[in-house]
């Protein structure tokens, strides 16, 4: 497992897409957030998003958010319904997610008020240290 890159940089994330359905705008320069880069048809990133899962069915997340990257809508729903998550999303259907997401993916972001603290790119990453920054009720 890949540990997270420890990061302290201002990001801009007020151009990420409203979520998806609800077309909420989420402010990311308030909060600690996690932020999950996800695509369709990508292995890796299902294996990521069972995970998730996982943690979805041991802890009441409240601060995790998943931005997709889908060139067709009806993906998202196949991708939802192999994994099982249920986050609130966001979705690009552009080559626009990379400029956020990066080069590798999956991509997590973990962020305070706005900077970003740490970073998990690519097929491992440790849920053991995902878990310690998901704002959870038990």
């Not at 320069?29 to 899962?53: D, F, M, N, Q, T």
């Not at 878990?131 to 038990?138: A, C, F, P």
Request: with cysteine; aromatic share 16%; charged share 30%.
């Amino acid at each position: 497992n890949a540990q997270a890159i420890e990061l302290n940089e201002v990001v801009d994330y007020s151009g990420l897409p409203q979520l998806y359905k609800t077309n909420d705008k989420v402010d990311f320069s308030k909060g600690k957030k996690i932020v999950a880069y996800l695509s369709y048809g990508c292995p890796h990133c299902e294996s990521a998003a069972h995970k998730l899962a996982f943690l979805q069915t041991k802890y009441h997340i409240d601060n995790l958010y998943v931005v997709f990257g889908s060139k067709h809508e009806e993906n998202i729903q196949v991708f939802l319904e192999t994994t099982k998550i249920d986050f609130p999303m966001m979705w690009f259907d552009d080559e626009e997610f990379f400029q956020y997401s990066g080069p590798k993916i999956p991509t997590f972001v973990y962020l305070e008020d706005g900077v970003l603290k740490k970073k998990w790119t690519g097929e491992f990453f440790k849920v053991e240290e995902l878990e310690k920054v998901l704002s959870v009720e038990d």
